[in-house]
């Protein structure tokens, strides 16, 4: 396994501009999960896709938020029109399913915005 | 609702002495118990998990848990710490019907344990 890569690393965009965050999951891993985390806090739980399939969305939070994985490989997750409050890391995750359950993490993109 | 707590927001320990770091949930069953540690500007790493069975689990770099029922709780432990061990821990626990029946298995994290070793 190569593990969970995430790109860019580091984000900075002003006010009002839209960010697009990539996430490439290790290979064979079926279900994968956004969380972001906020300074001082644990990753807080966004989106989950099985394969291409989103099934969980309604812990995004606004509708600014979006995510995607369109042939079930890597992911993309978007915020549009960003705010200050939008500053945290992102987190990706995957697992594999069929009774794996542990989640790897990947290292995260750092967001800034000013 | 589902929380996991974390008591100890900072943890001071000397290097060569043991740790205990507190993680308590409440859930409507019992979760899937995780702990990841992070290190600064990382993203996070699997320490160890518990899923069922022996409630006395085994992870890597020296690191044990003991899940408890009765105190809903899961503790790590580690009998020397070394000084590269100082990062944040963070205890995780996810939904076991969630899991089996395909629902959204996210975790739902504590707030962290940031662990400072002293020389």
């Known amino acids: 396994d190569t593990g969970v890569s995430q790109n860019p690393r580091h984000k900075i965009t002003k006010r009002g501009q839209n960010v697009t965050f990539r996430c490439d999951p290790i290979?064979?891993?079926?279900?994968l999960y956004w969380y972001r985390q906020t300074l001082g806090q644990g990753p807080e739980f966004l989106t989950y896709f099985q394969n291409e399939a989103q099934l969980e969305k309604s812990r995004l939070l606004s509708d600014r938020f979006s995510a995607e994985r369109p042939k079930g490989s890597f992911s993309t997750l978007e915020i549009q029109r960003t705010e200050q409050g939008d500053s945290a890391m992102y987190l990706c995750?995957?697992?594999?399913?069929?009774?794996?359950?542990?989640?790897?993490f990947g290292p995260g993109t750092r967001l800034t915005v000013t | 609702a589902q929380s996991v707590t974390q008591p100890d927001i900072h943890i001071t320990v000397s290097e060569g002495a043991s740790l205990e770091l507190r993680c308590n949930y409440s859930?409507?069953?019992?979760?899937?118990l995780f702990w990841y540690v992070q290190s600064p500007g990382q993203g996070l790493q699997l320490l160890l998990k518990?899923?069922?069975?022996?409630?006395l689990v085994q992870g890597i770099k020296g690191f044990e848990a003991e899940f408890k029922r009765s105190q809903s709780s899961f503790n790590l432990r580690k009998p020397s710490v070394h000084w590269s061990d100082a990062a944040e821990y963070f205890c995780a626990a996810g939904d076991p019907g969630k899991y089996s029946g395909g629902g959204a298995d996210g975790l739902t994290f504590g707030k962290g344990t940031h662990l400072i070793i002293q020389p």
């Open positions: 290979s064979e891993h079926n279900r």
């Open positions: 859930y409507g069953a019992t979760p899937y």
């Open positions: 995750a995957s697992r594999r399913g069929n009774g794996a359950y542990e989640q790897y």
């Open positions: 518990y899923f069922s069975g022996d409630t």
